[in-house]
């Protein structure tokens, strides 16, 4: 159970010396805050510094005076009281990734955090160091992932509105003038371009398109030729020739409209590669997990069936190394059950 896992990209050779120091708000009591600093200071292949918060309050302080690489917040000592308040502190720093250190970590009611931002869970019973720093490394590399995709998303959205705001500035717009009838009374060349009929068949006939004033609206117009045209619709009061009358304004925007499309289908896309990713890794660690537990169920297996032989057949204490060897199984075989869960 948990939230869908990011591969992390590769990175760079900066960013690999950066690695190296990271620092780590925690939020939870005093004893727990201290816990977690005698783990992380026996990870001799990374140096973290820590910074405390007894509550979410407290949290809020100092994320406004620094930014820490990652924050871990104590579910049962650290003073939130339910998601939503956890929620809220993810909300005023969505660029710093979050861990929670929960009761149980695949529970239903850790599925909440994860819907609120939550990069991993930890349970409690399952802290030691290794485990800790290797959560709180790989919430880092994967927040920087997901950042990374967005950053070029947007890049590429900005990139595609410009181009539109191009080719929206080089054209001009069509105007009509009509009387408070809606007669066309006049319209300029770029109005009969993008209606694609001439002046003389649309003077003195009533306007084929709602005119309301003070309204923005999207008109799609068939031209004679049958192409579709989409337009953006202005309408305003105005005094045409000494009588009361509308113009209304006309913009192409189908470059527009077709572009934001593609940007849409772009979108979905990435989101859909990013999704059929995570699949793929939650079917290779389910199958090397199960195939794993197999190997497991041998050693064990063999291993107490010995230890049996020895106690019938021998007077002497178990041989030490058959039981390292059970109790190594029994430690992996935990291991494989959480790699199980976890896909």
Same mark, same amino acid.
């Given at each position: 159970?948990?939230?869908?896992?990011?591969?992390?990209?590769?990175?760079?050779?900066?960013?690999?010396?950066?690695?190296?120091?990271?620092?780590?708000?925690?939020?939870?009591?005093?004893?727990?805050?201290?816990?977690?600093?005698?783990?992380?200071?026996?990870?001799?292949?990374?140096?973290?510094?820590?910074?405390?918060?007894?509550?979410?309050?407290?949290?809020?302080?100092?994320?406004?005076?620094?930014?820490?690489?990652?924050? +871990?917040?104590?579910?049962?000592?650290?003073?939130?009281?339910?998601?939503?308040?956890?929620?809220?502190?993810?909300?005023?720093?969505?660029?710093?990734?979050?861990?929670?250190?929960?009761?149980?970590?695949?529970?239903?009611?850790?599925?909440?955090?994860?819907?609120?931002?939550?990069?991993?869970?930890?349970?409690?019973?399952?802290?030691?160091?290794?485990?800790?720093?290797?959560?709180?490394?790989?919430?880092?590399?994967?927040?920087?992932?997901?950042?990374?995709? +967005?950053?070029?998303?947007?890049?590429?959205?900005?990139?595609?509105?410009?181009?539109?705001?191009?080719?929206?500035?080089?054209?001009?717009?069509?105007?009509?003038?009509?009387?408070?009838?809606?007669?066309?009374?006049?319209?300029?060349?770029?109005?009969?371009?993008?209606?694609?009929?001439?002046?003389?068949?649309?003077?003195?006939?009533?306007?084929?398109?709602?005119?309301?004033?003070?309204?923005?609206?999207?008109?799609?117009?068939?031209?004679?030729?049958?192409?579709?045209?989409?337009?953006?619709?202005?309408?305003?009061?105005?005094?045409?020739?000494?009588?009361?009358?509308?113009?209304?304004?006309?913009?192409?925007?189908?470059?527009?409209?077709?572009?934001?499309?593609?940007?849409?289908?772009?979108?979905?896309?990435?989101?859909?590669?990013?999704?059929?990713?995570?699949?793929?890794?939650?079917?290779?660690?389910?199958?090397?997990?199960?195939?794993?537990?197999?190997?497991?169920?041998?050693?064990?297996?063999?291993?107490?069936?010995?230890?049996?032989?020895?106690?019938?057949?021998?007077?002497?204490?178990?041989?030490?190394?058959?039981?390292?060897?059970?109790?190594?199984?029994?430690?992996?075989?935990?291991?494989?059950?959480?790699?199980?869960?976890?896909?």
């Amino acid at each position: 159970m948990g939230q869908d896992p990011v591969r992390a990209e590769p990175v760079s050779k900066q960013e690999k010396q950066q690695l190296q120091t990271r620092s780590v708000l925690v939020v939870a009591d005093g004893s727990r805050a201290a816990q977690l600093e005698r783990l992380l200071r026996a990870c001799d292949d990374r140096s973290w510094t820590q910074t405390r918060a007894a509550d979410p309050e407290d949290a809020r302080a100092c994320l406004a005076r620094e930014h820490p690489d990652v924050v +871990i917040c104590d579910l049962v000592t650290g003073g939130i009281e339910d998601s939503e308040a956890f929620s809220s502190l993810v909300a005023e720093c969505p660029d710093v990734p979050f861990v929670v250190l929960a009761s149980d970590a695949s529970g239903p009611a850790t599925e909440e955090y994860y819907e609120q931002g939550a990069q991993e869970c930890l349970a409690h019973k399952e802290l030691n160091g290794a485990v800790l720093n290797r959560t709180l490394t790989g919430a880092i590399a994967r927040h920087r992932a997901v950042r990374r995709d +967005i950053q070029s998303l947007v890049q590429e959205v900005k990139s595609r509105r410009e181009s539109i705001r191009v080719l929206v500035t080089r054209k001009t717009d069509a105007i009509v003038i009509v009387d408070l009838d809606g007669n066309v009374l006049y319209l300029n060349p770029a109005s009969e371009k993008l209606i694609g009929r001439p002046a003389s068949e649309l003077i003195g006939q009533r306007a084929e398109f709602p005119l309301v004033p003070g309204e923005t609206r999207e008109l799609r117009l068939l031209r004679n030729d049958e192409a579709e045209t989409i337009a953006e619709l202005d309408v305003v009061n105005m005094e045409w020739e000494g009588s009361p009358g509308m113009l209304a304004s006309l913009r192409d925007v189908t470059d527009q409209r077709r572009v934001e499309k593609t940007c849409a289908q772009l979108e979905e896309e990435l989101r859909l590669q990013r999704r059929q990713r995570v699949e793929s890794l939650e079917i290779l660690a389910g199958g090397i997990a199960h195939d794993f537990n197999n190997i497991l169920a041998i050693i064990m297996g063999n291993t107490d069936m010995a230890l049996l032989d020895w106690e019938q057949f021998s007077d002497e204490p178990d041989p030490e190394h058959l039981t390292h060897i059970k109790n190594a199984s029994r430690r992996a075989a935990d291991l494989v059950a959480q790699m199980m869960a976890y896909a």
